[in-house]
């Protein structure tokens, strides 16, 4: 869930190009990020958790449906929550076969 408008105007502004992804525990909150890991758990309808070497984040996609499986490799380009835990709010993926997926997300 969106707790602030800064979130959603870091979202708005993000670039809609993929960065070279950061280590998950190095992503600094409420900034346009690119992570990258494994899908470990499809935890909601809206939302997974991805892994890397660092550590697990919960990725949320809604009010979209997750378009991933349990152990796919993917990129998401998006932001880290301020909130704790913090939770990834994807604005795009992108599968290992380079096929990209873009999300809408409704605020308000």
Do not use: C
């Amino acid at each position: 869930m969106i707790r602030s408008a800064a979130m959603v105007a870091v979202l708005l502004s993000a670039s809609a190009a993929f960065a070279t992804p950061l280590p998950i525990t190095k992503a600094p909150r409420g900034q346009p990020v690119t992570l990258s890991g494994k899908v470990t758990r499809i935890t909601d309808s809206d939302a997974f958790r991805l892994k890397d070497d660092s550590g697990v984040v919960t990725v949320y996609v809604g009010p979209n449906d997750v378009p991933v499986e349990v152990g796919e490799v993917v990129t998401v380009m998006g932001a880290l929550e301020e909130g704790f835990p913090p939770e990834f709010v994807a604005r795009a993926l992108r599968r290992a076969d380079g096929s990209e997926i873009s999300f809408h997300h409704v605020w308000g």
